[in-house]
């Protein structure tokens, strides 16, 4: 099963209309990463989380943390036709000496009509 | 700093054949991951290289193998491909010994016949 499940698969939303995307990990989380990735393109990264009620903002993109949940959310005020493409979550799995791999969402794909 | 780059951008390879996909870390970054990307899902671990050695792996087979290189450079090559090995394949650097993000390359896209 998806250790990281994100919700709603897909969005659509007029311009300047508020929306938020759910990560929810079924481990506990000792890190959390968002990323957007536009068609074809490499993932960019937004921001990185780790610790419970950890709050971070770029522009008009916010992501908040919540630990006893297991739960981030991604939220995006006055939505823009640039904020198109995919979201995806992205989690540190147990620390284990140096190793590391990111674990994935399916991500959210946001569509902003103008 | 040119960031993270990745050759070729496209490829089309028939099935049986053989691909190297080559991957340039961001400036300073001394550990390469690779990811496979299927149309419309996430990216899925392939292995880590560190030191020029395959720190981590994940649910990959053999036929999927790696190098790195001493300038960390690192390339991904796939024997006996399968149609189900088109994917976006995504390149990602990082510090070896810090929770800080990676950075990702634009991919090569990668199509079987």
């Known amino acids: 099963s998806q250790e990281l499940e994100q919700s709603p698969q897909s969005l659509i939303v007029q311009e300047g209309k508020n929306l938020t995307i759910n990560c929810t990990s079924s481990?506990?989380?000792?890190?959390l990463y968002w990323y957007k990735q536009k068609y074809g393109e490499g993932l960019i990264f937004l921001m990185m989380?780790?610790?419970g009620g950890e709050e971070k903002s770029h522009e008009k993109i916010t992501a908040k943390l919540d630990e006893k949940k297991q739960q981030s959310s991604l939220h995006i005020t006055a939505s823009q036709p640039s904020h198109a493409g995919i979201y995806l979550c992205?989690?540190?799995?147990?620390?284990?000496?140096?190793?590391?791999?990111?674990?994935w969402g399916l991500g959210t794909s946001l569509a902003v009509n103008p | 700093d040119a960031g993270v780059t990745q050759s070729p951008t496209h490829l089309i390879k028939t099935r049986g054949q053989q691909v190297t996909l080559r991957c340039s870390p961001k400036?300073?970054?001394?550990?390469v991951s690779w990811y496979q990307q299927a149309l419309g899902q996430g990216p899925q671990f392939i292995f880590q290289?560190?030191?020029?050695?395959?720190?981590q792996r994940g649910n990959f087979p053999d036929r999927f193998s790696g190098h790195q290189f001493p300038n960390y450079s690192s390339e991904l090559n796939v024997n006996a491909l399968l149609l189900g090995d088109s994917a976006l394949y995504l390149c990602?650097?990082?510090?070896?010994?810090?929770?800080?993000?990676?950075?990702f390359g634009p991919g090569t896209r990668l199509t079987v016949l």
């Open positions: 990602a650097s990082s510090f070896s010994s810090s929770f800080n993000e990676q950075f």
């Open positions: 992205g989690a540190d799995g147990p620390y284990a000496g140096n190793n590391r791999k990111l674990i």
């Open positions: 290289y560190y030191e020029e050695e395959e720190r």
């Open positions: 989380l780790q610790k």
């Open positions: 400036s300073g970054h001394d550990t």
């Open positions: 481990k506990t989380l000792y890190g």
